[in-house]
């Protein structure tokens, strides 16, 4: 499979603004149960394998679940602010929770899981986010086994681009890049010089 | 007019990351005419008055006009990378461009366009934003008198939020604030205390 040709800046940009924390964090955009747009930071887990696909690690409880089972689009906007790069990143979404059917799904969700920090794993054992919050007093310690498996509310977002839009800011370029499947199901990439 | 309980938040939080450029920065989500959500970087222009009205500037040949004339509704995700803490907006947005029948309004985009630096104002001079470009050569020097007008492309965005979620994630605290409007058309707010 080709490397799509937006995924070397993208990696450019990881590198260049890499000594920046928040440069692994995104907004993901997803249409609201009520239709109306919605829109949270999530932190980048890397691409699925050797693919152009994007992982997300997400609480399986997350109001996002419920939106994406209705509408499985979604845009990412990914802001570099120290080289002033912007990708927005356009495409479905694939759920994978405990109850996937599919054996090498699991095992991604899996190796998703044990490549998070335990700190990162414990939030999954908490209350039911989104709902009332029951008491002020500080939750009893959660204890963790780290060779445990993924636990029910861990769930792993795929994105699969197919429309990719580039701004540099600093050049003044921008990319828009779109994707076309052939009858062979080969994915491939159309790019245009467009006005910023 | 009863001040929001979110805004001196919001106010703090511009305060306490005013050393970084970029936190007058947020993700304006919007949904797309294709039906999938549309999400893309742009510049806090402050509020409107002594409300808590959100102004946005934007080029009037921009996708995003078209999207909102089609859904009124939009979702800005605000993170504020030191002080760790988010702020999801949801509300409807009024566009407001020269062809406005309000004078009121014709004097708010009048206001906004002032208020932007003069190479603010130089980019709506620019060709068409998402058309191809047609030349790779450096366009025609433009000059613009400080003391003219607003521009046809020029367009004032007003988010009117109902529904905001402050996440803070170093005391580990989300609110969700829902509005609601009295039949005198008084807004309130209602607060709620939920799991992050």
């Known amino acids: 499979m080709a490397i799509a040709p937006w995924k070397q800046l993208l990696i450019n940009a990881l590198e260049s603004n890499a000594h920046l924390k928040h440069s692994s964090f995104f907004q993901l955009s997803t249409i609201g149960t009520n239709g109306r747009p919605s829109n949270r930071t999530v932190v980048f887990r890397g691409f699925q394998d050797n693919t152009d696909k994007i992982q997300?690690?997400?609480?399986?409880?997350?109001?996002?679940i419920e939106e994406l089972k209705r509408c499985s689009s979604g845009e990412i906007c990914w802001y570099f602010t120290d080289s002033w790069e912007q990708f927005r990143i356009n495409g479905q979404i694939d759920i994978i929770d405990g109850s996937n059917p599919s054996p090498l799904k699991l095992q991604q969700r899996e190796k998703s899981w044990f490549a998070s920090s335990l700190r990162s794993r414990l939030q999954y054992l908490g209350p039911n986010p989104g709902l009332p919050r029951l008491s002020d007093e500080t939750q009893p310690a959660i204890s963790l086994d780290p060779s445990a498996g993924p636990v029910d509310a861990f769930c792993l977002l795929i994105l699969?681009?197919?429309?990719?839009?580039?701004?540099n800011l600093k050049s003044n370029l921008r990319l828009t890049y779109i994707s076309s499947v052939s009858a062979t199901a080969e994915k491939s990439w159309n790019v245009e010089n467009v006005n910023p």
């Open 160 to 167: 699969d681009p197919d429309q990719v839009d580039y701004l």
């Open 56 to 64: 997300i690690n997400t609480d399986g409880r997350s109001r996002k």
